[in-house]
């Protein structure tokens, strides 16, 4: 194989934008040959461009005709269609979030596991974000010593009550199984666990519909604490103007801010813990660096995470990001609603069929009758943040 | 009268503080005539200085010789001090916290109360910072709408192992009962309360010793939700280098953040809500104004709250901060606690005998055996922050 024969499944905002740039020829030895949606005015324009248009994901996957699928469905269809490509022996890109909650996601990197020949990816972009992967590096390098305390402050995701009737899947239990959490923050998610590795428990305390009338949380405030004591907060929100994003990492020996474009690092002479035990001066604090760390932004994210899966897929070169890391932005958002609605803290790794079973619950329980508008003159891009 | 005869109860660091100002004449109509205090050595300077010494804080205060008096002892003595000078007829300025627990505050306020002739003043001194009052009108004037979150990290506190070795009530429930809460950033919940109200019901999660070889706490995270649904943390530390102190305040029609030295609005041209009622774009959003707010330093802020305090004495003027309003912050500290050591969400206003009962049980279980190192090179005004 030369090339990699590409087929997106679900051609919405995002499967449409990966379309896009694939058609643009933005990632080198990958195809799109396939467009398949089961809604047919979704298909039109790419049968002009040349890609054939499929009804039916299913024969899709069994078709021969594509060496690797974009799974870019509502949440909930990605686990099914996911492992029929992988059992199919096509090579597997899924749109976040991997699964719709924690147990399909097991199901969905079982499946993968045992198909070891298969590429399993997950597009979680911001990790080529070089912002990120500096803070990383400063992390692993020992830069900012042990992490005491984190702030994410990520409640720049404002959307007005138009966005929610534009669809009818939008923020219900039954079509996305969440709100904010895992649409809005799920890359954020996913960063906060890329970087500071998982909580060893974790308290939410979620708003259902506080901004708009919706049945999820759009209102979102979870403490966490990390297994050698560190705590944190993750806010989010789709209510709040102008919003804020701003990371704040706090180590032993410094401090680390990241807010819009700006990244500083707030260096200790001398490392908190080891001040702590030799000052003999209630009060004093060691001097510190002011250091401003340059960070350029990535160029097409998402183009160069497929191309990292197409080169996984001929060269066998290792993916930027294996499906199965995706389990952890998942089992956050889970965990911050569960333990918001239970009212408890809990404990990870979580147990996923008990919040599989409280995910039914509201599924069952649900009221909503949506109305949807179209809103025609949106432009997605718009949604993506770094 | 004509001038205030002041007596200072306590002469640690405080009580010497505000003996200084007012030997300095710092307060018009205020004499300084009486200093008292347990420990002889304390009292030493005074003499030579002409000011009258007392052992006795009791004997003090009826001796006819004091008009006023200054409580600037431990907490627990705060209560039965205050009670004793109000009933004696001698007004009173007592520091922070006004007692050393809810219950005890609802005690001295009830004498108080009791007693409406004799002046009850509280010694929160940041109320007149310009930077507080300024967010205050904001607020007030409607400039930031209805407040929908607040994240206030409040970490620039730290301690070292030294500070806690000074004294040998410091850090215990038995000398201050409780920690970073009751002792650092009781100034910071009087200004939480003063700004934003009272909430609704608290979360806390308070780390008892985690950086510290103390009981009491040393970090802490607290949840907080206000009556009409807005949400907010509050973070604190003595333990974190360099640590923050960052309080940010959202409403719907914009955002303050005042962080070190300096305070931004940033303001909605659309009011949030009208805006997400409005906008027909989903990921839209109403232009901006960047407004920079001037601030200055209140030029000695103990004393011009003393001032107040001798006004009102002589004058009958308002207080700038009467006693009764030291309630909210010795609750707000009491309530973080008590949600800690009880694992539950606390509704507000709390029950003061139950945290009482809890404090009681805390001191009765105390293992503390503190050697007490005397850092006799220390400037304690260093621990004053705006």
Same mark, same amino acid.
């Given at each position: !194989?030369?090339?990699?024969?590409?087929?997106? #499944?679900?051609?919405?905002?995002?499967?449409?934008?990966?379309?896009?740039?694939?058609?643009?020829?933005?990632?080198?030895?990958?195809? =799109?040959?396939?467009?398949?949606?089961? /809604?047919?005015?979704?298909?039109? /324009?790419?049968?002009?461009?040349?890609?054939?248009?499929?009804?039916?994901?299913?024969?899709?996957?069994?078709?021969?005709?594509?060496?690797?699928?974009?799974?870019? @469905?509502?949440? %909930?269809?990605?686990?099914?269609?996911?492992?029929?490509?992988?059992?199919?022996?096509?090579?597997?890109?899924?749109?976040?979030?991997? /699964?719709?909650?924690?147990?399909?996601?097991?199901?969905?990197?079982?499946?993968?596991?045992?198909?070891?020949?298969?590429?399993?990816?997950?597009?979680?972009? *911001? $990790?080529?974000?070089?912002? %990120?992967?500096? #803070?990383?590096?400063?992390?692993?390098?020992?830069?900012?010593?042990?992490?005491?305390?984190?702030?994410?402050? &990520?409640?720049?995701?404002? $959307?007005?009550?138009?966005?929610?009737?534009?669809?009818?899947?939008?923020?219900?239990?039954?079509?996305?199984?969440?709100?904010?959490? #895992?649409?809005?923050?799920?890359?954020?998610?996913? !960063?906060?666990?890329?970087?500071?590795?998982?909580?060893?428990?974790? $308290?939410?305390?979620?708003?259902?519909? +506080?901004?708009?009338?919706?049945?999820?949380?759009?209102?979102?405030?979870? %403490?966490?604490?990390?297994? &050698?004591?560190?705590?944190?907060?993750?806010?989010?929100?789709?209510?709040?103007?102008?919003?804020?994003?701003?990371?704040?990492?706090?180590? @032993? +020996?410094?401090?680390?801010? =990241?807010?819009?474009?700006? =990244?500083?690092?707030? +260096?200790?002479?001398?490392?908190?813990?080891?001040?702590?035990?030799?000052?003999?001066?209630?009060?004093?604090?060691?001097?510190?660096?002011?250091?401003?760390?340059?960070?350029?932004?990535?160029?097409?994210?998402?183009?160069?995470? *497929?191309?990292?899966?197409?080169?996984?897929?001929?060269?066998?070169?290792?993916?930027?990001?294996?499906?199965?890391?995706?389990?952890?932005?998942?089992?956050?958002? &889970?965990? !911050?609603? %569960? /333990?918001?609605?239970?009212?408890?803290?809990?404990?990870?790794? *979580?147990?996923?069929?008990?919040?599989?079973?409280?995910?039914?619950?509201?599924?069952?329980?649900?009221?909503?009758?949506?109305?949807?508008?179209?809103?025609?003159?949106?432009?997605?891009?718009?949604?993506?943040?770094?």
């Amino acid at each position: !194989m030369s090339v990699v024969r590409i087929g997106i #499944i679900g051609m919405g905002n995002i499967g449409k934008f990966h379309a896009d740039y694939l058609l643009a020829g933005k990632v080198k030895r990958a195809q =799109l040959v396939a467009a398949c949606s089961t /809604s047919p005015q979704k298909l039109e /324009s790419f049968k002009e461009k040349g890609v054939k248009i499929w009804g039916d994901a299913a024969t899709l996957i069994r078709s021969k005709e594509v060496d690797a699928v974009i799974v870019a @469905t509502p949440h %909930y269809q990605h686990t099914a269609l996911g492992i029929a490509a992988i059992e199919a022996g096509v090579h597997l890109m899924v749109e976040k979030p991997i /699964s719709a909650h924690k147990a399909d996601a097991e199901r969905l990197i079982g499946t993968a596991k045992a198909h070891p020949n298969v590429k399993f990816a997950a597009m979680f972009q *911001m $990790r080529t974000e070089p912002r %990120y992967a500096k #803070i990383r590096k400063l992390i692993q390098d020992g830069e900012l010593g042990q992490i005491i305390r984190i702030n994410w402050v &990520n409640t720049d995701w404002f $959307r007005s009550d138009a966005y929610y009737t534009s669809g009818g899947w939008r923020a219900t239990w039954k079509g996305e199984g969440g709100g904010v959490l #895992i649409n809005q923050c799920l890359h954020n998610l996913d !960063m906060l666990q890329w970087l500071c590795g998982m909580p060893a428990r974790v $308290r939410g305390f979620c708003q259902l519909g +506080r901004f708009h009338e919706i049945e999820v949380e759009d209102n979102v405030t979870v %403490y966490l604490e990390w297994p &050698n004591g560190a705590t944190g907060v993750f806010i989010s929100s789709t209510g709040e103007l102008p919003g804020t994003n701003r990371f704040e990492i706090c180590g @032993t +020996r410094g401090k680390i801010v =990241l807010e819009k474009d700006t =990244l500083t690092f707030t +260096r200790n002479e001398v490392a908190a813990d080891a001040w702590n035990k030799t000052s003999k001066i209630g009060f004093a604090r060691p001097d510190v660096w002011q250091i401003n760390i340059p960070i350029t932004n990535a160029d097409a994210p998402h183009a160069v995470l *497929m191309q990292s899966f197409v080169d996984s897929i001929l060269d066998g070169a290792p993916l930027s990001c294996p499906g199965e890391e995706g389990l952890g932005s998942i089992e956050l958002a &889970n965990v !911050m609603l %569960y /333990s918001s609605l239970t009212g408890q803290t809990v404990n990870l790794p *979580m147990d996923g069929a008990a919040y599989e079973k409280k995910l039914q619950e509201l599924i069952a329980g649900s009221r909503v009758q949506k109305k949807v508008v179209e809103v025609s003159t949106e432009d997605f891009t718009k949604s993506f943040t770094r």
